[in-house]
């Protein structure tokens, strides 16, 4: 709940700098070595949402791979199988540089008035 309070809150305080907008897309960057149950968070958005001025706000989300980089050959590669051996020299010597992420990605806005969808033709 906590997460999804604070994405809807980002979403709240960047629409307060764009006046006559309005949201329709958050999306949040999840690393998979995060905790982060993305089921879970899209309930929590869902029921926060639901009968509010952005109930039709959706939201995205983008897992991100646990990715390390060898310290002998500087190769950055997938960790796959728990294996951070890198795939180019077999090296363990290895750190991780992403996997642990949670960030607001993106926002998509649209201005009010502006959509054409189910507008009648004058021609």
């Known amino acids: 709940m906590g997460i999804a309070n604070s994405v809807l809150q980002a979403v709240r305080t ?3 700098l764009h006046p006559g907008t309005y949201p329709c897309k958050v999306g949040v ?3 998979e070595m ?3 149950d993305q ?3 899209r309930f929590c ?3 926060m949402v639901h009968e509010t001025d ?3 706000l959706e939201l995205g989300i983008e897992v991100c791979p646990r990715r390390h980089r060898c310290q002998a050959c500087a190769r950055e590669f997938v960790v796959r199988n728990y294996d951070s051996r890198c795939p180019q020299c077999a090296s363990l010597e290895t750190t991780c540089i992403s996997g642990d992420e949670l960030e607001l990605a993106y926002l998509e806005v649209e201005e009010y ?3 054409t969808a189910g507008a009648k033709s004058t021609q």
């Open 39 to 41: 089921d879970a968070l």
């Open 29 to 31: 960057r999840i690393g």
């Open 54 to 56: 952005l109930e039709s």
């Open 45 to 47: 958005f869902e029921a």
């Open 113 to 115: 008035g502006t959509s």
């Open 14 to 16: 960047e629409m307060g």
């Open 34 to 36: 995060s905790a982060i």
